[in-house]
């Protein structure tokens, strides 16, 4: 399983990691821009994010603004 974790709280990212670990392949983020850009690389090379988990108060652009540009692709708002 690959996940996602866009927080930008190093102590949140730890804590997140650490449970998380054991379960699949963990991609970090620490700002919404770079978030956002992990995620648009997962879909350009076809190696989806099966978990993201997302800060909604994240530097740059925030958790929320992700979420919309997200869902705003029309293979992806399912999500």
């Known amino acids: 399983m690959r996940i996602l974790i866009a927080e930008d709280v190093q102590l949140m990212q730890k ?3 650490k449970l998380l670990e054991p379960y699949g392949e963990l ?6 821009q770079e978030a956002l850009s992990k995620f648009q ?4 090379s076809k190696k989806f994010f ?4 997302l800060d909604i108060n994240l ?4 958790g929320l603004e992700i ?3 997200i869902r705003a692709g029309e293979k992806l708002n399912h999500i």
């Open 15 to 17: 804590l997140l990691g």
């Open 50 to 53: 099966d978990l993201i988990c």
């Open 59 to 62: 530097p740059r652009i925030n």
């Open 67 to 69: 979420l919309k540009n």
């Open 27 to 32: 991609t970090f983020a620490k700002d919404g």
């Open 41 to 44: 690389e997962s879909i350009q």
